[in-house]
């Protein structure tokens, strides 16, 4: 049988939470040579989900029991060491299975060459990835199979792994984020140990808190690597890749360990593959039985000659039976019949024996230099591909840069960031050269993120007249600024000419939270708590209910008045409503979306002819008379958490973002280009915003206290 190289392959990334999902994955290898020849290699990979610390510990011991049965057991004539291993571990599951308080996926299994035996419990992912007429194509070995029930291991799979093929197991999440095109086209593009690292920096990168784990199996293959799959899987013409073998009975006897190391391994009837590496073990053995018994007669002869030394110093010290003459006779004839020999030599002979030595010497030198350098340039060279590819990202970011293209900018400064993380730091110099590789690209975000600190002028402060204001939002009509808030029973106004704070109570209409001025400037109409409406007239001062007839059970987050129409965002109806206006007030108005989109989290909306709702996870949506349109937010560094107010028109250029959380205000261009972001040390809790793009100006509110700077 040819010896094959067997290559094993793991990836593994722990969860941040145990109790949620528990992996264990176990490679175990013949520990002697007996095992080498006949039992191989044996693995595990096990998973729990909502799994408690008894289970996984009974868990790891039966692993433990499976392991050590296997490799202590011998061959039947009937059964193989894995089978009886397997049955009497399923005589004891009901231990493990009366204790299971979650999910249990597992899969054991032994290989040994090219031949694989496995059984599993669950729903574990067992996947083949074959060659096929110069293409990878998978089969899924449990797709049709159903879940065993009422033991553990309910049946044995045996099969054979040849050369360019590959045998995946993994845990069942695994297949949520790899998926099977992705698997072909990762392991037809690299080796096992670069697939099996590639899928656990995918894994790794999730953090949801789950465990993973998986094994690539391989025999090392001696031919180049064939072309991803390119067509679907024929089922049928897989089927002899694996083949199931009948349920271990449950009443077998346990198993026996072996008294003595035994060479009774049981070989599976395969067909015998003649290849270049087995011709080379071949000659390779027939070499060292040669140099064995070179060495033995160089040995028997060495000794033969210090036998004859030391007799004839013997004889030379004690002259015993006079022959101390005869000895010095023969020594010297031995001295000069060694002589002429290699005086008589030719003398090639001679040059080509010196030439001989002086290659062996240099050599074994260069075997050992090598393997000592080896490694070490490697890293080198590694290390070199990766700095240069930082800089190369770096160069292409300043060019995008120089072009305008701020986003492609953007996004190769990340990956540059990201790969600089991933650096090895061994030495001083290591250390020196990643800080100048980062300084580089933090200094290009910077430019990429425009925020600008600005000095801002306070205006007014509502806290200095009423210690007990609550202002949260602002409303502006013509040169009147109204400050507001749902926890307050009083308005504050503004008046931007004279600087006069005026109070206005309004404990009849208490609760305001949101407002919007039309373009006409006729009006301020108000949002309550309680989803109704009320409306400050500039004439009279006042501010006055007005009727509006909304869904059952709504719940409004925001209003915008557009052409005399009022669009409300309904969260709880999943809804934007377009009320009509009436002498009280408004009607009930009718649905204006046309698409089936998720504004459950909808915090405010701002209409230009198209509509924009902003979300409180930073997402932006745009719709077009009721439909949804294509909008990303480009640039932006760092994007939105948690923002409360998004502005425009249709006479404004942008679109302006409140975001308290890092206490920004944001500026985009219609087509969500980041454009420039604005911060100011003293803010605290920006919560309100009013944009006079005109006249370059924007107002905040924050902490009672209006703020204005000036913008570019």
Known sequence: MSKRMVDLREFFVEGGDNKKSHVLLQITEPANSYEQENKGYF???????????????????????????????????????FELTLEYINRRGHLF????????????????????????????????????????????????????????????????????????????????????????NTLSARSSRQSSEYIQKILSSLRDGLSYGGIIISIQPKNKRVKPLSKELDEE???????????????????????????????????????????????????????????????????????????????????????????????NDFIASKKQYIKNLPIISKILFLLTLLLAVIFAGSIIYLNITKSIRQQQQDYINQTQAIEDKKTAAEASMIYGDDKK????????????????????????????????????????????????????????????????????????????????????????????????????????????????????????????????????GVISSKEIFNAENSVLSDIFVYSQKLYAVDTANNEIYRHNPTQLGYDKGSAWLKTDTDIHDAVSLAIDGDLFLLKSDGQILKFVSGYQQEFTI??????????????????????????????????????????QQYTSDSWQNPTGMIVDEENKVIYILDNNKIHRFGTQ
């Open 43 to 81: 693995f595990a990979l096990a998973e729990i989900n909502g799994g408690d610390d008894e289970q996984v510990q009974l868990l790891q011991q039966m692993i433990d029991d499976i392991e050590t049965g296997y490799y202590e057991t011998k061959d039947t004539d009937e059964k193989d060491a």
């Open 97 to 184: 299975l009366n204790k299971r308080s979650g999910d249990f996926n597992c899969v054991i299994g032994t290989i040994n060459r090219d031949k694989i035996s496995f059984s599993y419990h669950g729903k574990p992912l067992i996947k083949v990835i074959f060659a096929k007429r110069d293409k990878y194509e998978l089969y899924n070995v449990l797709e049709n199979e159903d879940e065993s029930s009422g033991q553990l291991f309910s049946a044995i799979m045996q099969g054979e792994i040849k050369e360019n093929d590959f045998f995946q197991i993994a845990t069942p999440h695994v297949s949520d984020h790899i998926s099977d095109r992705q698997l072909i």
């Open 237 to 331: 013409e897989t089927k002899e890749i694996i083949e199931e073998k009948p349920n271990p009975a449950v009443h077998a006897d346990p198993p026996k360990k072996a008294e003595s190391v035994e060479t009774n391994y049981r070989p599976r009837e395969e067909k015998e593959y003649d290849s270049v590496f087995n011709m080379i073990l071949v000659n390779l053995g027939r070499s060292l039985v040669l140099l064995l018994t070179t060495l033995f007669k160089l040995l028997k002869n060495f000794f033969v000659l210090i036998g004859k030394a030391i007799l004839g110093l013997f004889i030379l010290a004690t002259n015993k039976g006079g022959q101390r003459a005869m000895v010095i006779q023969s020594f």
């Open 409 to 540: 900018a953007f996004d190769l400064l990340k990956e540059a960031q990201s790969m600089i993380d991933s650096l090895p730091m061994k030495n001083q110099a290591q250390e020196e050269r990643k800080k100048e590789l980062m300084s580089g690209i933090t200094e290009n975000l910077k430019i990429l993120q425009k925020l600008n600190t600005v000095t801002t002028e306070i205006i007014a402060d509502f806290s200095a007249d009423q210690a007990s204001a609550q202002t949260e939002k602002l409303a502006r009509i013509n040169d009147m600024i109204i400050a507001y808030g749902p926890n307050d029973l009083f308005v504050y106004k503004y008046d931007m000419n004279t600087n006069v704070i005026e109070k206005k109570d309004h404990q009849t209409i208490p609760n305001l939270f949101k407002s919007n001025t039309p373009k006409e400037q006729d009006k301020v109409v108000f949002l309550t708590k309680e989803n109704g409406i009320a409306v400050y007239s500039p004439e009279s």
């Open 634 to 675: 480009a640039g932006l560094d760092p994007k939105l958490e948690n923002p409360t107010e998004i502005w425009t028109y249709n006479n404004l250029k942008y679109l302006y973002i409140l975001e308290p959380t890092h206490k920004r205000v944001v500026v985009l261009d219609k087509n969500g280009q980041m454009l």
